[in-house]
Every structure is written in structure tokens, then in C-alpha cells.
């Protein structure tokens, strides 16, 4: 199978004259857990103090991800245009999952010309956590009752949802008991908790929310409706180390 990587939607392959140098591609290794680590005077090792986010988890740092590239053609703009700026990363040798990365480092294709070959190398800066493709794929609920619930299994790390509800006036939602409420909406009400911002369309409906921004643990999540919903769609963002 050919050794390929997907970035901002594009793919090596449908890229005339582009073949991927590196083999086998950077695994889907897990990045360094941020800790500090002080040494203190008459105490045997050091002091390890773990950084932690708002959820209580462990922050990590970002990885890199060298590949090497020989490119044989003349758009040069082309591949410059590809190879910056921040996207989707895919590896071949992990299909199923992505990367939020970016490329910061500049690449001078036009100065490494050999023998009629460009090689050069890209370093994707990634952000730490593998996003699962399927994990993008919306669930979606039908409720027949004001107060109705559900149960949902995260068999992965702490997840930023993306809740789509359908209905009319106050809603509340509340996962492992803890509470999210929407006032006076009005048809529809878009809640992302990744980019912290709850909205309709291009309306910010941030004032017509309350509580925390909804997670989704690893492990057993119940989540709770209550409200005239008509439809909830969740796209739950699985995501890995």
C-alpha cells in the first residue's frame, strides 16, 4: 500500500510528482505529560508538580511530526500553498484518526533543486490529542418526552462535544449531573464546548447560556434532557493520546 499523508483535505497522491520520503511514517506515539520538577534541598529526587486543565486532566505538550518529501514538477505554488497554515493532518499508517496541526516552519522548495528533485522536509506541529474519524459522525436522539435520557459510553479520553438541539423555549442539560442550561430558545441552539461558544448560525447566544460548557468523561456518561426538544444531535469528537 502506498505511504500517503492527507493535509487541509488534499492528498499526496492526487498530487502529481509528490512521493513521501519518510518510511515508515511517524507512529502514533504519545506526547510528554507537562510536569514541573523542582529539586529541594535534604530531599532525595525532585518535586513533580502535574499540570492539570479546567476538566481536572493532564495537560500535555504538542508533538512533532517530521516527513520528508521529494517533489518532482514545476508548481511550486501549488505545494506552497499545500504545505502551510494549519489543517487536518492523516497519516497512512493511522487512517483512522487526525491531527490539528500546522505547519510553522518555512519551506524554500524553489532552492533545493537536485538533479530535476525538490526534497525537503515538513514539520507538522500537532496538537496532543488523535481525533477518531468516526468519532465526527453525528448521534442522533428523538425524544418523545419532556424529560428523557440517555446513556453514553467514552471509551476514550475526555471529549469537547458538539450538541445541536432542536426546541422551543428553556432547556436544560445535565451529563453525570452536571448542569448546562439554554434559555428562550427559539427553534434551534448550537452548543460547542472545544471552541467554548454556544450560538445559532451566526448569532452569539453566549447571555442565553448557563453552566459549564458539557464534557464527556472516559468511562459511563448519563446525559439528561429537559425541555420541548424536538431533536438532539451530538457529534461526541472522540479523541486519543
Known amino acids: 500500500m502506498a505511504t500517503y499523508i492527507t493535509f487541509k483535505d488534499i492528498c499526496s497522491l492526487d498530487i502529481k510528482g509528490v512521493y513521501i520520503q519518510t518510511y515508515p511514517l511517524p507512529d502514533a506515539s504519545s506526547p510528554s505529560r507537562r510536569v514541573t520538577k523542582t529539586p529541594v534541598a535534604g530531599r532525595n529526587g525532585n518535586l513533580r508538580i502535574l499540570e492539570s486543565d479546567d476538566y481536572g486532566q493532564d495537560v500535555f505538550d504538542s508533538i512533532e511530526k517530521s516527513i520528508d518529501i521529494l517533489y518532482k514538477g514545476d508548481n511550486l505554488d501549488l505545494m506552497k500553498n499545500w504545505l502551510r497554515g494549519n489543517g487536518k493532518l492523516i497519516l497512512s499508517n493511522a487512517s483512522d484518526r487526525y491531527w490539528k496541526a500546522s505547519i510553522d516552519n518555512i519551506i524554500s522548495i524553489d532552492k533545493l533543486l537536485i538533479n530535476n528533485l525538490r526534497t525537503f522536509t515538513v514539520v507538522f506541529s500537532c496538537f496532543p490529542y488523535a481525533f477518531l474519524k468516526f468519532g465526527d459522525t453525528p448521534i442522533v436522539y428523538n425524544p418523545t418526552t419532556t424529560t428523557w435520557e440517555t446513556i453514553i459510553m467514552n471509551e476514550y479520553d475526555l471529549s469537547l462535544p458538539h450538541f445541536k438541539i432542536y426546541g422551543q423555549g428553556d432547556i436544560g442539560l445535565l451529563i453525570n ?52 426538544i424536538k431533536q438532539v444531535i451530538l457529534t461526541p469528537h472522540w479523541r486519543t493520546l
Open 177 to 228: 449531573g452536571v448542569e448546562t442550561d439554554f434559555y428562550a430558545v427559539d427553534q434551534l441552539v448550537e452548543c460547542d464546548s472545544d471552541l467554548q461558544q454556544c450560538y445559532k448560525g451566526n448569532q452569539n447566544l453566549g447571555m442565553n447560556m448557563s453552566g459549564e460548557f458539557p464534557v464527556l468523561y472516559p468511562g459511563k456518561n448519563v446525559i439528561e434532557f429537559i425541555g420541548n
